[in-house]
């Protein structure tokens, strides 16, 4: 698994199916073979980045 956003490979897990880039900061969740982004604002509320990306760079491949 690589961060969506920079490709990074440096993927923390921080919980259940959910997981944090230590390269650009955003929390990345999964589902249903989907990797979900959020940002983190400053607030401690999160917002979603998914928008940013296409379905294909999201949807996990590979080994995980
Ligand atoms: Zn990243």
Known sequence: MKCPNCSS?????????QFYCWNCFIE???????IFTHQVEEDGSLSSLDDL???DNR?????F
């Open 9 to 17: 490979k440096d993927i923390g897990k921080i919980g259940v199916n």
């Open 59 to 63: 949807r996990i491949s590979g080994e």
């Open 53 to 55: 990306f296409e379905e």
């Open 28 to 34: 990345l969740s999964v589902s249903k073979g989907m």
